[in-house]
């Protein structure tokens, strides 16, 4: 490997340091570093910026952050086809692989094709109006509906293949691929699921009758969610940021895609073993 993307959290303080290893490890290993447009400011000049149109081969994105910033970091690896080593500067981590103790011996592994490739499943999400689709998003997450700022209850329709499942009075609902069933489907009592699998999780956000339990659907089934209030103010929200309005009526279709993105795995851990450490996972 010699041909790396960078992507940064911009609110990330301590930057300086890593800029110098970043800098140190180009120059000992002769490798060429790129960033988006959107970075050029964050990221120093020895990063040079990436020409989509051209298509330059990036083997690899290092992506300094959270889980979050991994999020954000999506568009990049698609668009690229490179797959992501996630390098932890936050606190959980769970979609990260390395550390920056660990960058050099990380980038060592790298150049030797000591490490596996893991793929995982994504979200196509769809907004409908009026038989029209107006809207229409990869996601690698979760699809929130949420009600948005009003205090009342949203009634939300739920199908899957043309065939009725429920109806729901809740906050909202969260359809969740098995990455995202360790994020904020878990927080609602969804079920752990193995990142390998492909399946979507769909949990209620406080259903008002308790009947209302998390389900497991095939990632071929298409899922398809209609907000029934008026004047509902509901949002759709992808892996966590405000995505789009929604009008009572809305269809919100959501879909295992045809797309997966890739991540390099350099450990042996078990994702099992991840649970057990970041998410204490047993521990009494």
Do not use: W
Request: charged share 25%; net charge positive.
């Amino acid at each position: 490997m010699k041909n790396f993307g960078i992507f940064f959290n911009p609110h990330y303080e301590n930057k300086e340091p890593i800029y110098k290893l970043l800098e140190k490890l180009r120059r000992k290993n002769n490798l060429n570093f790129y960033k988006l447009m959107e970075q050029e400011k964050i990221l120093p000049d020895f990063v040079k910026t990436l020409n989509l149109l051209k298509k330059d081969k990036l083997n690899c994105i290092l992506v300094f952050g959270g889980d979050g910033t991994i999020l954000k970091a999506l568009e990049f690896s698609l668009k690229t086809e490179a797959p992501i080593l996630g390098i932890n500067l936050g606190k959980l981590g769970f979609l990260t692989e390395s550390n920056i103790r660990e960058l050099e011996k990380s980038i060592d592994d790298l150049k030797i094709n000591k490490f596996k490739i893991q793929s995982r499943m994504l979200l196509k999400v769809i907004v409908r109006r009026n038989k029209k689709n107006i809207f229409s998003s990869l996601t690698l997450n979760d699809a929130v509906i949420y009600k948005g700022e009003i205090a009342k209850l949203i009634d939300i329709h739920i199908m899957s293949n043309r065939r009725f499942v429920v109806e729901t009075r809740c906050d909202g609902i969260i359809a969740a691929t098995p990455t995202g069933s360790t994020a904020y489907s878990l927080s609602v009592g969804g079920p752990i699921l193995s990142p390998l699998l492909d399946a979507i999780v769909v949990s209620p956000i406080n259903p008002h009758v308790l009947t209302v339990r998390p389900m497991v659907f095939s990632s071929e089934d298409n899922l398809n969610f209609k907000v029934k209030s008026k004047n509902s103010g509901s949002i759709l929200q992808l892996d966590g940021k405000n995505s789009y309005k929604i009008s009572e009526e809305d269809e919100i279709i959501v879909t295992g895609a045809s797309k997966k993105v890739n991540f390099i795995k350099l450990s042996n851990r078990t994702f099992y073993q991840i649970l057990r450490k970041k998410l204490h996972m047993g521990k009494k």
